[in-house]
C-alpha cells in the first residue's frame, strides 16, 4: 500500500498504537476487498464512492476504485469533536 506525501505526514503524526492499528485494519479490509463498503448515493458524473465503517473501531473511509482498480481512500478516526482525518 502506498500513501501519498500529505497521508504520510498526517499518518506520522497519530502517536496513538489504538488509533493506527484501528486504521490500519480498516485499510486492509478495503485494500484486500474494495467491494467491502456499501456505494454511496449519487449520480455517474464523477467516482462511485463507496464507504466502509467499522463500528468497533470507529473508522470510516470514504474510497473509489479508479479504472485501472487503485483504491483512493479518504478516512476518520472517532466522532464529533474527537475525529481525525486522514487523506490517503
Known amino acids: ?18 488509533e493506527l492499528h484501528a486504521l490500519d485494519r480498516a485499510l486492509v479490509v478495503v485494500s484486500v476487498d474494495p467491494e467491502a463498503g456499501e456505494l454511496l448515493p449519487g449520480d455517474s458524473t464523477g467516482p462511485r464512492l463507496c464507504q466502509y465503517v467499522d463500528d468497533v473501531e470507529r473508522v470510516r473511509l470514504v ?6 482498480k487503485t483504491v483512493v481512500i479518504w478516512g476518520s478516526q472517532g466522532v464529533s469533536a474527537g475525529q481525525r482525518r486522514v487523506a490517503v
Do not use: P
Open 1 to 18: 500500500m502506498e500513501f501519498s506525501d500529505s497521508a504520510a505526514k498526517q499518518l506520522d503524526a497519530i502517536t496513538s498504537e489504538a
Open 63 to 68: 474510497y473509489w476504485v479508479t479504472a485501472l
